[in-house]
């Protein structure tokens, strides 16, 4: 009985005890659920939903409100998932229509047991990191990437020991810098750095980390021994951090489980970082765009797991590319080693990778042949090389040979980019079998042959580039079979033929274009409609014409056109400027286009256009009103009347501005630099532009080109002009200028090119000319200029490549410092009254000294397709050329016509290069010395009206590209060796030499009748001599052949009857064959 009221009474106490705690429990969980619930509310106070993306959150279900997970028993949250599923690279409207922002609120360090909290892709512009995230010391999933934060990263971070996974990134990096960029660019963009990165060691349990472009310069080296401490991170991403210098290794390897490792887009200047191999659970590596250099270990192809690698675009990685892909590579899948400097031929034996799905080689030194025959049929399951390989990339190499055939067997391939390479052959049918082709390149070659009918069997091909080869033939009309090709080019080939609709048959999603640089006929209907809204459409050189094409009115889309020498011959139809509105780029030039253009040039694009429309028939006023064009070149047309003046900003956007050769008259307009402030490059030359250079030129600051050449300009050159402190380039030649050269000249300190030759310019070279260091060329000639020649020209102008003071007033010695111009090719100082002895220092011309010289005919060339040739007069052969895109050939002196005296200097023949030399019209004396030969380019010599005496030398004779020579009216003396090259010249070289005799003067020299005399003789007796022997000869070899066997066969018998015997049996033998012949013919005609 006692037994039973004590069991009674525990049982009592038991359900007492069990009782109370639900309740208390039931009380507890309730509390936590309403906490929770008002945490979460609060939490949604603070933020801004504009699209009411957060409907969902209300009522007292808070487990089943949008982004809210919570644990299944005590329905405590567990995880806020509010990511914006549509990442700002996306479409702007679907981001934005689930974009969140505003405040995170205190409320959220409620939720004790909270792990997972995703807030990426949103905009909480600018705001910072807040701290209360370091409070949630239960997360083990943190990502705010692209989420708009910014400022420092808190340090108390490092109380969330639990993290495993950590992304702090920008998904994508945005040049801060760029005039592109939107307000809407900044609203994600995470703005975060990190001044101390010791926190980080804290995060024991990391196993991802994600900062890419999160600020880390500040940071140094540590990175590496403080990421080195985290022992389970398996994924780390530092691209674009601002990391710098060397790659450090750390003191010893803890990274046992890292799997990932991307660094790329660094500033790292390091060698690779060979730590890195000891790692041998890497899976990949990133250490791409950044400045590594030294070779590429081959230990890397050895890792065991290693499946992806990008080294690609550090530009001094070096290696041997047969050595790298000779190892083993056992799961590697994706390659790319673009960019760097990789040398040697691609081994066979990269046909084993079986698991290879990408593979860039390109913008390396890679040379020899493809491997005709690649490995791989043994190794891989599939019995095929390269099974798996849709990618592959050789481009920007110097491989050359024949394309192989196992490129057809490459069954998976998508892309395929050979670009700029020196390949050569024909394209191997095989390639046009490759029925998952998406991508072909294979322009800048040496390709031959024609594109076959069977392109039409790459059903999927959406890019095909085989531009600037050697391709034939016509289009076949299977090409208009490919209905994905979105890109063509053909471009700059020898393809000829007619293009029909046929061709362009099912193009419809055609978008780029490119035919021009071939010989095509287009042969279309009037009504056709393309079934393409093409953006770019190049037919340069291709046959569109005489008529302007009609069914261009098609093209709503384009942006980018080019007719350009399409021999059309019409006018611009009035529809044409209807379309054309949205252009960034229109060439029509090299046509015969005629009538006017509309009072208005307005184009609309976001960009500004560039319109060409140079050498046609054009005719009329310029257009008053020319908006949203950069780039206008109407020069080589009819246009006349004068420069347009500005009304309002109707040409404030243009840069380039040609209006070269044409018949333009009146005045430069003199608001020039207010109506046109932009101008970089500026050419009226050739027109009959008349008054004076407004002083309103000043105003254009950012000039580089002024081409007022050729022109009836008068007055005085503005001083204002020293403004345009940008000038490159300054032509004012050809015209009526007068009055002093401005001292303010000298301000224009990046000055390459002047010329102010052929005016009325007066005084001495302003000594401000000294800071003109930059001066490559400086035409002064005929002019009224005096005084001496500076000598420190030879001192200042260092880059000197043309120095042309011809026809002038300057007077006294040359000065000895000219020598200093190592980079001078001409040097023209005719027609002065220059005096003394020519400098013996000459020699140390060092240009001059060089047979091969620099291609300097374009001295100034801007990317936006304007071009200023240069252009001189150099008066040889007794006449005047102009050198514009051959002035590179001219090497040239030319003293004449001055009062030098002094001898010959025989330092000018060791100037090996020299083209030119004219020293005529001075009192030189002296001889011409033998070495004169070594002038082997000389082309045009003039040592006329000297005091030159002796004879001339025979050497001159293998000077074989001598084709003007001139020795007239000098003292020379002795006989005129004429042979070799001086036989091409008449006696008017030789003219005014009253002791020069010989060919091809009339003048006999005086032992010239005995030398015939005794020559004609010495022939007469060495002819007799011959005649004699001759004939002797003949009778002794006759008498011979017939005696000598005559005596053989009498004395031996048996000889004699053994030869006729022989002779008998041939001659039966011939009579034999000749009867059955005679038979067997016999018996067909039976």
Not at 44 to 58: I, Q, V
Request: aromatic share 10%.
């Amino acid at each position: 009985m006692e037994r039973i009221l004590i069991l009674g009474f525990i049982l009592a106490i038991l359900y007492f005890i069990t009782t109370e705690l639900a309740c208390n429990g039931y009380t507890h969980i309730s509390n936590n659920i309403q906490s929770e619930q008002e945490a979460l509310i609060d939490f949604k106070s603070g933020l801004k939903d504009p699209n009411n993306r957060l409907s969902s959150w209300k009522g007292s279900n808070y487990c089943y409100w949008q982004g809210i997970t919570c644990e299944k028993d005590t329905g405590i949250v567990i995880s806020i998932d509010l990511h914006n599923p549509y990442p700002r690279e996306n479409v702007y409207e679907n981001w934005s229509s689930m974009n969140l922002s505003g405040e995170i609120r205190p409320s959220l360090t409620k939720l004790k047991s909270l792990k997972y909290l995703d807030l990426s892709f949103n905009s909480f512009k600018g705001m910072p990191i807040p701290q209360l995230f370091g409070s949630l010391k239960n997360l083990l999933y943190l990502n705010l990437s692209s989420a708009g934060f910014s400022g420092r990263i808190p340090s108390n971070f490092r109380n969330l020991s639990n993290l495993q996974y950590l992304d702090l990134s920008n998904s994508q990096h945005l040049d801060l810098y760029s005039k592109d960029l939107s307000y809407d660019d900044f609203e994600y963009f995470n703005d975060l750095s990190i001044g101390n990165i010791e926190w980080m060691a804290s995060l024991v349990s990391l196993k991802y980390l994600g900062m890419d472009y999160v600020g880390l310069s500040s940071i140094g080296s540590e990175w590496v021994e403080v990421l080195n401490k985290l022992p389970i991170l398996t994924e780390l991403h530092l691209d674009g951090c601002g990391l710098f210098g060397s790659i450090p290794s750390p003191s010893f390897v803890n990274f046992t489980s890292l799997l990932v490792i991307s660094i790329n887009s660094n500033q790292f200047i390091s060698m690779f970082p060979e730590w890195l191999l000891n790692v041998s659970s890497l899976g990949s590596i990133d250490i791409s765009n950044n400045q590594l250099h030294g070779r590429i270990p081959l230990g890397l192809g050895e890792l065991p797991n290693l499946q992806y690698v990008d080294l690609s675009e550090n530009g001094n990685l070096r290696g041997n590319i047969s050595q790298l892909l000779r190892k083993s590579w056992k799961k590697i899948e994706f390659l790319n080693f673009h960019g760097n400097e990789l040398h040697g031929p691609i081994p066979s034996s990269f046909g084993n990778f079986c698991n290879l799905k990408y593979l860039n080689l390109g913008g390396n030194y890679l040379n020899g042949s493809l491997p005709e025959i690649i490995k791989g049929i043994e190794t891989c399951s599939s019995k095929s090389p390269l099974p798996n390989l849709t990618e592959l990339y050789l481009s920007d190499n110097q491989l050359m040979g024949k394309l192989p055939n196992w490129l057809g067997e490459l069954k998976n391939l998508r892309r395929l980019d050979l670009f700029n390479n020196s390949l050569e052959g024909p394209i191997p049918a095989s390639l046009w079998t490759l029925q998952h082709l998406e991508s072909l390149s294979l322009a800048m070659n040496e390709l031959n042959g024609s594109l076959p009918d069977s392109i039409g069997q790459l059903s999927l091909l959406q890019r095909l580039e085989v531009y600037r080869n050697h391709l034939s033939g016509s289009l076949p009309y299977s090409i208009g079979q490919l209905s994905e090709l979105q890109f063509l080019d053909v471009g700059s080939n020898q393809l000829s033929g007619s293009l029909s609709k046929q061709h362009f048959w099912k193009l419809s999603k055609l978008e780029y274009l490119f035919m021009d640089s071939n010989s095509f006929r287009l042969n279309f209907s009037p009504n056709w409609v393309p079934p393409f809204q093409v953006k770019i459409l190049y037919m340069g050189s291709c046959h569109l014409g005489p008529s302007f094409p009609v069914w261009l009115q098609s093209q709503k889309n384009l942006q980018y056109l080019d007719f350009s020498n399409a021999g059309i011959s019409s006018r611009i139809p009035n529809w044409f400027w209807n379309i054309s509105f949205n252009l960034r780029d229109l060439s029509l030039s090299h046509n015969q286009l005629q009538g006017q253009l509309p009072n208005s040039l307005n184009f609309s694009s976001d960009f500004l256009a560039h319109i060409d429309f140079s050498s046609n028939l054009f005719e009329g006023p310029i257009p008053f009103s020319i908006k949203g064009v950069t780039f206008l070149n109407l020069s080589h047309n009819k246009f006349s009347g004068p420069i347009p003046l500005s009304r309002g900003k109707s040409l404030s956007d243009l840069r380039y501005l040609l209006l070269s050769h044409n018949q333009i008259t009146g005045p430069i307009p003199s608001n020039i630099g207010e109506s046109m402030p932009n101008l970089v490059f500026l050419s009226i030359s050739s027109n009959q532009i008349t008054g004076t250079i407004p002083d309103s030129i000043g105003h254009l600051t950012s000039l580089e080109v002024i081409d007022f050449s050729r022109n009836n300009l008068i007055g005085s050159i503005p001083s204002t002009i020293n403004n345009c402190s940008r000038l490159i380039v300054l032509d004012l030649g050809n015209n009526n200028l007068s009055g002093m050269i401005p001292k303010s000249l000298g301000r224009l300190q990046l000055l390459q090119s002047l010329h102010l030759n052929d005016n009325k310019l007066l005084g001495e070279l302003p000594s401000s000319f000294q800071n003109l260091s930059r001066l490559e060329l400086l035409d002064l000639s005929y002019n009224e200029l005096s005084g001496k020649v500076p000598s420190w020209i030879g001192t200042t102008f260092i880059n000197l490549v043309i120095l042309n003071l011809r026809s002038n007033a300057f007077f006294g010695r040359l000065p000895d410092r000219l020598s200093n111009l190592s980079s001078l090719h001409v040097l023209d100082l005719a027609q002065n009254n220059l005096t003394g002895k020519i400098p013996v220092t000459l020699v140390e011309l060092k240009a001059m000294a060089q047979e091969r010289n620099m291609d300097m005919y374009s001295l100034y060339h801007s990317g936006n397709g304007s071009r200023y040739d240069e252009r001189l007069i150099v008066i040889t052969k007794g006449q005047s050329l102009e050198y514009t895109r051959t002035l590179s050939l001219v090497v040239s002196i030319d003293l004449s016509d001055n009062n030098l005296s002094g001898e010959f200097p025989e330092g000018i023949t060791k100037l090996s290069g020299l083209v030119f030399l004219n020293l005529s019209m001075n009192h030189i004396i002296g001889q011409i010395p033998g070495s004169i030969s070594m002038l082997r380019q000389l082309s045009s010599l003039d040592l006329s009206s000297n005091k030159l005496s002796g004879t001339i030398p025979s050497s001159m004779s293998s000077l074989t590209f001598l084709g003007y020579l001139n020795l007239s009216n000098n003292n020379f003396s002795g006989k005129i060796p004429f042979a070799g090259q001086m036989t091409t010249f008449t006696e008017l070289a030789f003219t005014g030499n009253p002791n020069l005799c010989g060919t091809p003067l009339v003048t006999k020299c005086q032992d010239e009748d005995l030398d015939k005399r005794q020559s004609v003789l010495e022939d007469k007796i060495d002819g007799g001599y011959i005649d004699q022997w001759f004939y002797l000869s003949i009778g002794l070899g006759f008498a011979v052949g017939i005696l000598v066997p005559y005596f053989v066969l009498a004395i031996r018998r048996s000889w004699c009857d053994a030869y006729f015997d022989f002779v008998d049996k041939i001659v039966k033998w011939l009579l034999f064959k000749r009867r059955v012949t005679y038979a067997k013919n016999h018996a067909r005609r039976q």
